[in-house]
């Protein structure tokens, strides 16, 4: 069982509501939505947890496909989303994208869970396989702002950047944290890169192929 699906089982049964779980859409995602054309609407959400973001692209007529590490968010989502989904319990940095398929690849809270190669190496990948002009909406935690929250007050520096915190249910679990010049060299092969800083020290990345 992988430290998320823990978190997940102890939310399901009241538990804490632990990071972005309990947090409603992003209304930067929102916004992003209603400016943005698709041609065609396939999305791929990379850390789908319990599939907020997949259901309501669904409402808005992407055909939805969803990647998680935890069993337990990938069966919630499994059946809020219902048949015509792939929903799969893998690891991210292990997934194939198909090539192709995707007009949309979103990720929020997630791709951090990481070191700093293998983060680099999924957003190149996702910038190599998804469609000519598609479009991504990233998230990826702040550097200054990390050092504010709880969670990462007692850590351990595995490397520039990287921690993993002492406690709490993330323990262990190392976490990437970015300054927004290396966010805009890692994004510097999509074009149209829009970035802002949200109110809880969370960089949102808009771009497009
Ligand atoms: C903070 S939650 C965000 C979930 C969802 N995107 C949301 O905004 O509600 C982080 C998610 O990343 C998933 N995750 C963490 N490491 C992962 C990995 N290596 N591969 C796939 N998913 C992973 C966790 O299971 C969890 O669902």
């Excluded at 309990?22 to 943005?36: A, N, T, W, Y």
């Excluded at 190669?117 to 702002?145: C, M, Q, W």
């Excluded at 262990?172 to 970035?195: A, C, D, R, T």
Aim: aromatic share 10%; with cysteine; charged share 30%.
């Amino acid at each position: 069982m992988t430290i998320w699906d823990k978190i997940y089982k102890n939310y399901q049964k009241g538990g804490l509501a632990w990071a972005s779980l309990s947090e409603g859409i992003h209304p930067l995602f929102r916004s992003f939505l209603v400016e943005s054309e698709f041609s065609s609407k396939s999305v791929l959400d990379i850390g789908c947890g319990m599939g907020k973001y997949l259901k309501f692209l669904q409402s808005k007529g992407f055909k939805t496909d969803g990647i998680d590490s935890s069993e337990t968010a990938v069966e919630a989502t499994k059946n809020l989303l219902g048949d015509g989904s792939m929903i799969l319990c893998v690891n991210m940095f292990e997934f194939e994208i198909p090539r192709n398929k995707y007009d949309l690849i979103i990720s929020i809270s997630t791709i951090h869970h990481g070191t700093k190669e293998n983060v680099k190496r999924l957003i190149r990948e996702i910038h190599a396989l998804i469609r000519k002009n598609g479009k991504i909406f990233i998230t990826l935690p702040d550097l200054e702002s990390a050092k504010k929250w709880d969670t990462f007050k007692e850590h351990e520096n595995l490397s520039r950047g990287v921690y993993a915190p002492l406690s709490g249910p993330e323990k262990g679990l190392p976490h990437s944290f970015y300054s927004k010049e290396e966010i805009e060299i890692i994004f510097s092969i999509f074009k149209e890169v829009k970035l802002d800083l949200d109110d809880i020290g969370r960089w949102i990345i808009r771009g497009e192929k």
